[in-house]
């Protein structure tokens, strides 16, 4: 594969529903704060609302 053919890919790749800044492209310390960040949201009150709304819907 040539490289403009793989810079093509790559830069489709980026352009997810995440969005190019997501979390899935990070790596090191600003990954582990945005999970840090996302973890402190799945406490148990947390999980049981989404189970509330995923059952009802």
């Known amino acids: ?5 793989e810079r093509m890919l790559l830069l489709l790749e980026l ?4 969005g190019q800044n997501g979390v899935q492209g990070l790596d090191g310390e600003p990954h582990q704060k945005r999970k840090s960040m996302f973890m402190k949201l799945m406490d148990d009150n947390a999980m049981k609302k ?3 709304l995923t059952d009802k819907y």
């Open 1 to 5: 594969m040539n490289y403009l053919k």
């Open 15 to 18: 352009k997810t529903p995440f």
């Open 50 to 52: 989404i189970g509330i």
